[in-house]
């Protein structure tokens, strides 16, 4: 009876260690390539995150990216673009980062932003980055220190800005007409 006990005991502590190693593991769960997440209020998309390859970690309700590109849209058209060389969307916090070479671009705007790292909170629709940031719309430049958006980038604040203006007026410019000419100005 007493070797019965010790083997019952043993393959209790055995199954309980199994466990635990499966809920310490940090690898991702889940891969997928191409993959869309989206946010819709009134049959259309407020959002939409696509990237071309992504990792799932269940347990922390995080989902890493590759080569994501955020889609801001307003009554169906697309207005904001955020691409990244990679990212990170928090499910349970509503809180999608960018990182790595991020290019915002704005066709209402028309301006493009360049940071190493933006963050996104898709319920209060606030961005924010605390890395160098680089601004342009047509001939002018805009440095600073950080910014802060809300309203997806119809207000923008930025902290410690540098601005750099052209030498002539001639090259004051209107924004650009379409979102393929916001990303093509140097």
Excluded: H
């Excluded at 635990?20 to 993959?35: D, F, L, M, R, Y």
């Excluded at 499910?91 to 996104?120: A, C, H, P, R």
């Excluded at 600073?144 to 001639?170: R, S």
Aim: aromatic share 10%; net charge positive; charged share 20%.
């Amino acid at each position: 009876m007493k070797i019965f006990l010790t083997l019952l005991f043993t393959f209790f502590v055995a199954c309980s260690a199994e466990n635990n190693n499966s809920s310490a593991e940090v690898g991702p769960q889940q891969q997928a390539t191409k993959i869309i997440i989206s946010q819709a209020q009134n049959a259309q998309n407020d959002w939409r995150l696509t990237a071309a390859k992504a990792e799932f970690f269940d347990a922390q309700n995080q989902v890493r990216l590759y080569l994501p590109v955020l889609i801001y849209s307003k009554n169906g058209v697309q207005e904001d673009t955020l691409k990244a060389k990679e990212g990170w969307f928090d499910i349970s916090k509503n809180l999608i980062v960018m990182q790595g070479d991020v290019i915002v671009s704005s066709l209402s705007e028309g301006f493009k932003i360049n940071t190493q790292e933006i963050y996104y909170d898709t319920t209060k629709k606030e961005a924010w980055a605390i890395t160098p940031v680089k601004m342009k719309r047509g001939k002018t430049t805009l440095q600073a220190k950080g910014f802060k958006a809300i309203n997806n980038f119809n207000e923008i604040e930025l902290f410690n800005q540098k601005t750099i203006l052209p030498k002539n007026m001639q090259d004051f410019k209107p924004a650009p007409l379409t979102l393929q000419e916001a990303l093509n100005e140097n």
